[in-house]
C-alpha cells in the first residue's frame, strides 16, 4: 500500500471521489509531511493551512451529500510565490514584497479554486524569478530533495523541490527561460511550460512579459495534463491569450510521430547527460517513432538574445517597486522622494540589481540598436527557423539542461555561469512555442531532464510523446523522501 | 535688427477623452471628478503587481476620429509603448504611450489643421494614459498622492512649429476645442481636460518650452510674455537658454522651472501586454460614416441654411454649446438672425467677458432655448422693442422665468417725458458728484452717468436721448 502523499494527481482525485479516503485525510497527511520535511527542503514561503483544511471539508461534505465536485477536487497545489493569492503573502522572495497581501486572484488561483482544488502554500523562487537555482531567493535557497546539498534549480525551486519530496500533490511555476523547466530536471518532475498566449499571466508578478508563461508542474505527465485542462484558456483580463486546443487527452498515441534531436545541444551538455538524451531518444525509437538528428546553427544567438530582453523587460516591469503604496517597512520620514526611492531600491537582492541595471543600459538611447532591436531581430530569425523544422517534424527533443545539479552556493559567485544554464530552455520562451521536461534518468543518484518541444498550440503532441516516454522508461514517479 | 528675426510657435495640447465611460486600460470611470481620493481605483491603475492593461477599445475609435478630423494619416498597425521614468504620480513607473522613432505606430501621423486665415501641420496624434495628481498640504512637508485620474485616456496632438503669433495660436486652440466638442470626445470646460504645453524659438535661438498653461488664454499671453522677453534679450545680445519655463498664473509671467529638467533617456519599448491593434480599411470606412458634422461643415450650414454671417457662425461654432443652443432655439421658432444676435451679442455680456467661459455660461443659465425662441418672436413681431427685450432677457437668464409683457407691461413701458428724464439725470448728478467733474474734462466718462441713468430707470429711457441731455446738462454744470 502505498502513501497517500505519492499518489499521483488521478489517483487523488479518484480516491477523493470515490471516498477511498477524504480530502481532509489527504490534507492533513499533506500538511503533516511539510511541517515534518519543509525545514530541510525549504521549498515553502507560506503554508496556507487554515485555508486549505476549510476547503478539504467543504470539498468532503459536497461529496457526503452527493453534489458534484471539481475536476481537480482535493488535490493540493503549491504556488509559486510570484501569483497572486488574495489574502495570502506574496512576496517574489524579495524584500521589496515582504509585507504584499494581493487583493485579487491572479486568474489561474480563479481557475483552480472552481476546480475545487486546494492552494496548500506559496513555494520559494529566485527573488523575482531572477535566477536558475533558488539561490538568490531572500529566505534562502531551496534544497533538492534527492540530495539536500544540491540545488534545486530555478526559479520555480520550490514549486519542484515541493512536488518531488510529495509535499503536494502538484504546483504552479513560471517559465521565462526555463525557471519550470530547470528544476523539473534538477528534481526529476514533470514541468510544462505552455505555448505563450494559453495560460493567463494575469496576477503573475511580471519578470519578462513577453518570454513568460505561468508553468504546471506533478509527479506524472497526465498530472500536466489535467492542470492544463483547468489553467489555460482565453482570459478577458489578459489580451495576450489565445484560443487553446484543449481539453488535452492522456491517451498516449504518440507511437508514430517524427522526432528530431537537436545535437547542438547535446554536443554542449555534460557526457552524462548527452548519453541519456541518447538512450531517451532509443527508447522512442523502439517505441515506434521516427526519430534523426538536426543542428541548428542559429542556436548560438539564443542565450544572448535571452538575456537582453529579459532584463530590458524587467528593468521596466520592476520599476514600480517604490514602496509608496505597498511594500516593506521602511520609513521615509526625513526622505526626499528620490533618495527614498534610491534607499528602497538598494534592498533589492544582488541579482536582480543586475538584471536592472543591464536592462536600463541595453534599452538606453545609442544602445536600443545594438542590442534590444538586434535580440528581437535574433528572436524573429529564431521563430522562422523552428517553424519551418515544425513543418518536418512533429516535436524536437534535447536536454532540459546541459549539467546535472550541482552543489549549494558552486556558481553563485559566477553569474554568467549560471546564465549559461539556461541554453537549452530560453529556445521555447525566445519563439513562444510548448516545450516539456519530464524525468530521463539519474546519474550518480542526480537527476536527468528529456526536453520535448514543439509548435506553436501543438501541446498534445508533446504530451503524447511525454506519456509515451513515461510509459516506455519505466522511470517511477516517486519522492526520495 | 531682431525685428527680422522670426518666431517659431510649436505646440503639444493633451486632450482627455472625458466622453468615455471607462479609463484607458481598466474599468474604473473615466469621470474621475466624482470621487473621493483613491476611490476611482483598482489594481491595475495603481500599477499592483501581476496586473495587466486591457486596452479600452472605444478610446481607439475616438483617439482615429480626431486623428480624421485633424487630416492625419492613421497607420493599420497601431503599438503602445513604455515611457519609462520615475515619479511619484506614476503607479507604474512607466507610463502608457505611443512613439514613432521604431516605425509609425501612433493612433495618427501628418495631420494639418486650418483655423482662421491659417493652418497648422500636425506631427503626430497619439494615446496615452494620464497620471495621477499630487497635492500638497500647507504645514505639511509631506504629499498627498490621488490616482483617481490614473489611466484616463488622453490624446495627445503634436504640431509642428508652424505659429509665428500667439493670436494664431489662440484661434487654432479654439478650432481645435471645437472640434473635440463637436466629436463627443472631450467636454473641454471640464478642469484640468484640456492642457498646453507650448515651445518657442525667435531666429537662431535656442527652443524654450512652456508648461503648466491650464487655460488657452493664458497660453497666448504666456507666450507674448516669452517673446518680449526673449527679444529683449536678444537685444542686449544675451543667449536665450533652451530649457522649459512655467507659466505663473498669478503673476503671469514665466519662470525658470525649479526641477532641472534635464534630457532624459525615457528608453522607450514596445509594450508586450498590449497586442498590436489591426486598423483596416474597412474600420475606417466604418468610422468614417459615423463622424458627427464637424465645425466647418457645420459654419457652412450655418451660413447657407441660416443665412447668418461667416462672423455670428463662427463665434457660435466655437463653443458647441452656443450653437446647439442655438440651433434649438431656432427649431421651436424660425427667427435665427434674431437668436443668434442676442446669444452672441447679448448672453456675451454675461460670459464675465471672456469668451472661453461663454460655453458653460449657456450650460449654466436658467433660460431655456424655448424662452430664448419666445423672446425672439416677441421681438420680429414687434411686440417688444430691443431694450424690453433685454430686460426680458435678463430676467429669464437669472431666474429662468420668462415675463410676457402683458403680465407686466408698465414695468417695461418706455419713459417719453423729458421732465422725469431730467430729474433721473439730476439724481445721478447729486450722487456721482466725482464723476461728473471727470465727465467736464474726459468725455467718456459721460458714458458711464448714462449707465448709471439707464440703471436708475431700469433701462426704459431711450439712452441716445439721455445722453444728449447729459451732455447739455454738463455743459451747464
New interface residues.
Partial sequence: MSRLCDLSLDEVTDGIRNQHFSAEDYVSHILERIARLDADIKAFVSVNTDHAVESARRIDSKIRRGEKVGYLAGITVGIKDN??TKGLR?T?ASRL?AD?V???D?TVIRKLKESDAIVIGKLNLDEFAMGSTTEFSNFGPTRNPWNLDYVAGGSSGGSAAAVAAAECTASLGSDTGGSVRCPASFCSVVGFKPTYGSVS??????YS??LEQIAPIARTVSGVVRLMNVISGVD?????TRTVASPYSVESNGNHLRIALLNNLTVNAQPEVSKCIYSAMDTLSSAGCICEEITLDSLEFALASYYVIAM??A??NL??Y?N???GFDLDPEGYE??SY?AKVRSNFGEEVKRRIIVG?YV???GY?GRY??KAQKVRALLRREFKSLYSKYDVIIAPTMPILPFKIGEKIGDPIKIYYMDIDTVISNLTGMPAISIPAGFSNGLPIGLQIMSDDFQEQKIFDVALLFERTSKIQARSPL | MISNYSTKIGLEIHCQLTGLKSKLFCSCHCNYREYSPNENIC?TC??????????NQTAIEKAAMVCMALNCTIPNNILFY?K?Y?Y?DL????QLTQYNA?GITSIGVDGLLGYGQGEARIRRVQLEEDPGRLSYVKGSSGSL?DYNRAGVPLVEIVTEPDFHDPKDVRLFLNKLASIVEHLGVCDTSLEGAVRCDANISIGDSRRVEIKNVSSFGDVEKALKFEMTRQKAMLNYEMEIRGETRHWDEQRKITKQSRTKEEEQ?Y???HE????SIQIDEDYLKELHSKMPELPDERKERFINYYKLTEHVSKVLIDHKDLADYFEESAKIYFAPKEISSIIVTDLMSYADDNSKKLGSTIRNIKMSPKQLAEIARMIKEGIVNRKTAKQLLYEAVVSGKLITSSENETNFRKIDDEGLILRSIENVFETESLAVLDAKKNPNVSNYLLGKVMELTKGRVDPGRALSLINKKLLEH
Fill in positions: 501569483i497572486s506574496t517574489c514584497l504584499y494581493p487583493p485579487y491572479a499571466r494575469y496576477g503573475l508578478i511580471a512579459n513577453s478577458p483580463n489578459d489580451d495576450t530590458a523587460e528593468s521596466s520599476a514600480r517604490d509608496i503604496r505597498y522622494w528620490n526611492f536600463t534599452l538606453s538611447s536600443y534590444y532591436l | 489594481p495603481t500599477g499592483l503587481p501581476g496586473t495587466l492593461p486591457l486596452l513604455r519609462n520615475f511619484l503607479p507604474k513607473n512607466f521604431h498622492i533617456d528608453r522607450y519599448f508586450p501586454d498590449i497586442p
